[in-house]
Nanobody, 116 residues
Framework: QVQLVESGGGLVQPGGSLRLSCTASGIIVSITAIGWYRQGPGKQRELVASITSGRTTTYAESVKGRFTISRDNAKNTVYLQMNSLKPEDTGVYYC??????????WGQGTRVTVSS
């Protein structure tokens, strides 16, 4: 069964940085398109970044230039480097397969709080 475990969230001041990790089992990230999603307070879950098997990346307009998605095939892990964080980035961040066929049950995610 597919399982993805997110980690790396926490409390950070505006302008700070965090790196989130998504460690996968049951899928091989090097041949699977993976997305990072977030759900802010009172908001729908949204896709913020994705990476394909060919390392093509996409970003939501709100995070372009600040976030970078990458992967480490040897560790079967996808990362989200978040810089210049804003209060609007606050939310629970999840990783999952980008496509329906690769989608696992949504996990607990990792909470990011950007506040002074």
């Amino acid at each position: 069964q597919v399982q993805l475990v997110e980690s790396g969230g926490g409390l950070v001041q505006p302008g700070g940085s965090l790196r989130l990790s998504c460690t996968a089992s049951g899928i091989i990230v090097s041949i699977t398109a993976i997305g990072w999603y977030r759900q802010g307070p009172g908001k729908q879950r949204e896709l913020v970044a994705s990476i394909t098997s060919g390392r093509t990346t996409t970003y939501a307009e709100s995070v372009k230039g600040r976030f970078t998605i990458s992967r480490d095939n040897a560790k079967n892990t996808v990362y989200l480097q978040m810089n210049s964080l804003k209060p609007e980035d606050t939310g629970v961040y999840y990783c999952n397969g980008l496509h329906y066929s690769d989608r696992a049950s949504w996990g607990q995610g990792t909470r990011v709080t950007v506040s002074s």
